[in-house]
């Protein structure tokens, strides 16, 4: 079994930045990739970023391309989310998950319960 566990959301001004980590626990990550969701309120969740267990590779959609960035420790066994320029649409609980390399959450074996990113304007 793995555990995680997010930190580091909070309240910021539109424009303002944001680092979410996400530490693992109870077994290696090993070979999992690691991924990021968000899910607003009254809406599905939605992809935000994924990496690979080597972290060779990357993966964004549009909507957050060129203003987040994934990355990941495995000595600390945990992977990180760099939120810049932020807006107030990115407002949404953010979710880490552990499981394949994917843009899509049935993907993902195991989630943390989620930290909340509030965007004011």
């Known amino acids: 079994q793995v555990q995680l566990v997010e930190s580091g959301g909070g309240l910021v001004q539109a424009g303002g930045s944001l680092r979410l980590s996400c530490a693992a626990s109870g077994r290696t990550l090993s070979p999992y990739a690691m991924g990021w969701f968000r899910q607003a309120p009254g809406k599905e969740r939605s992809f935000v970023a994924a990496?690979?267990?080597?972290?060779?590779?990357?993966s964004y959609p549009d909507s957050v391309k060129g203003r987040f960035t994934i990355s990941k420790d495995n000595a600390k066994n945990t992977v990180y989310l760099q939120m810049n320029s932020l807006k107030p649409e990115d407002t949404a609980v953010y979710y880490c998950a552990a499981g394949g390399y994917s843009h899509y959450a049935t993907d993902y074996h195991y989630w943390g319960q989620g930290t909340q990113v509030t965007v004011s304007s």
């Open positions: 990496i690979t267990w080597s972290g060779g590779s990357t």
